[in-house]
């Protein structure tokens, strides 16, 4: 039989990794904000053309590199947590087959 505190473990841990997941989007779109007002400031800041292209350049740079490591982390944890939820409910498909075949057996 299933037991009520493997679904509120289950129910907890799922709470978490959600969190986790939405803190790190939020993250992600902290950082694309501040690209963007970084950019803004420098179309609007009083410097040379060649200035402004330098700068831009650099943090489009700077951006492309956050960006792509927050998006790699984010792809595993994502991984990491669609494996542990296949694990899981391969167990608990187990064990209710068991409990079928425990049930008619009686």
Do not use: C, F, N
Not at 25 to 41: H, Y
Not at 72 to 100: E, F, I, M, N, Y
């Amino acid at each position: 039989m299933y037991q009520p505190t493997h679904d509120q473990e289950w129910d907890e841990e799922m709470e978490q990794d959600t969190r986790r997941m939405d803190r790190r989007t939020l993250g992600l779109g902290m950082l694309i904000g501040a690209a963007i007002g970084a950019g803004a400031a420098l179309l609007l800041a009083p410097a040379s053309g060649e200035d402004t292209r330098r700068q831009l350049t650099r943090g489009a740079r700077r951006l492309y590199t956050r960006g792509a490591d927050a998006v790699a982390d984010l792809r595993h944890d994502t991984d990491r947590l669609a494996r542990r939820l296949a694990r899981r409910g391969l167990k608990r498909s187990r064990q209710a087959v068991a409990d079928a075949r425990a049930g008619l057996a009686r």
